[in-house]
T-cell receptor, first 115, second 112 residues
Framework: GAVVSQHPSRVICKSGTSVKIECRSL??????MFWYRQFPKQSLMLMATSNEGSKATYEQGVEKDKFLINHASLTLSTLTVTSAHPEDSSFYIC???????????FGPGTRLTVT | AQSVTQPDIHITVSEGASLELRCNYSYGATPYLFWYVQSPGQGLQLLLK??????LVQGIKGFEAEFKRSQSSFNLRKPSVHWSDAAEYFCAVGGRTDKLIFGTGTRLQVFP
């Protein structure tokens, strides 16, 4: 149980375009979802926390207008990278937590490459 | 300040040898502690967690960790490493409903 999926697993987009990444909890209701960014050979950096039905809380230094997060249902959160630039290229990982769990379950990650 | 320190960036061991990965944390409240493993290009897999109770916790793949409150440590151990254990290991701390704070990771390399 407690499976989290992400789609797509890899995406290449051109500079200036927008790309959407989906995070789904497959077998539980995720009251809270988290979005992380990971640069090569580095740790995970929390970008934002989203609770179902409310606005996401962004970490300091993360541009909320650039990284749009929507958590419209208890099983789906989306991260949209708007007007992507090459420096947005990274590995994006989501995680989900339900009110019954004390731990986060992580998705497999999405590799974004902006050309 | 809340933080996690993994002092070893890179560790190399021989297959069959024992392993200990260090983790120290700073957290203002009762800590919930986790160890995750990440293979290249993959997400994170939970190895084990500590919330309360017995300070020696058993996890998957033969890993265990010991919570030492006096040392603010949560070191990960395995008595005999397998080549498939080569990966990146992350220690994390959080509260029951708080966000997780990750360490910088330790890359484990295993030689045959």
């Amino acid at each position: 149980g407690a499976v989290v999926s992400q789609h797509p697993s890899r995406v290449i987009c051109k500079s200036g375009t927008s790309v959407k990444i989906e995070c789904r909890s497959l077998d539980f209701q995720a009251t809270t979802m988290f979005w992380y960014r990971q640069f090569p050979k580095q740790s995970l950096m929390l970008m934002a926390t989203s609770n179902e039905g409310s606005k996401a809380t962004y970490e300091q230094g993360v541009e909320k207008d650039k990284f749009l997060i929507n958590h419209a249902s208890l099983t789906l959160s989306t991260l949209t990278v708007t007007s992507a630039h090459p420096e947005d290229s990274s590995f994006y990982i989501c995680s989900a937590r339900s009110s019954n769990f004390n731990e986060q379950y992580f998705g497999p990650g999405t590799r974004l490459t902006v050309t | 300040a809340q933080s996690v320190t993994q002092p070893d960036i890179h560790i190399t061991v021989s297959e069959g040898a024992s392993l200990e990965l260090r983790c120290n944390y700073s957290y203002g409240a009762t800590p919930y502690l986790f160890w995750y493993v990440q293979s290249p290009g993959q997400g994170l897999q939970l190895l084990l967690k500590y919330f309360s109770g017995d300070t020696l916790v058993q996890g998957i793949k033969g890993f265990e960790a010991e919570f030492k409150r006096s040392q603010s440590s949560f070191n990960l151990r395995k008595p005999s490493v397998h080549w498939s254990d080569a990966a990146e290991y992350f220690c994390a701390v959080g509260g029951r409903t708080d966000k997780l704070i990750f360490g910088t990771g330790t890359r484990l390399q295993v030689f045959p």
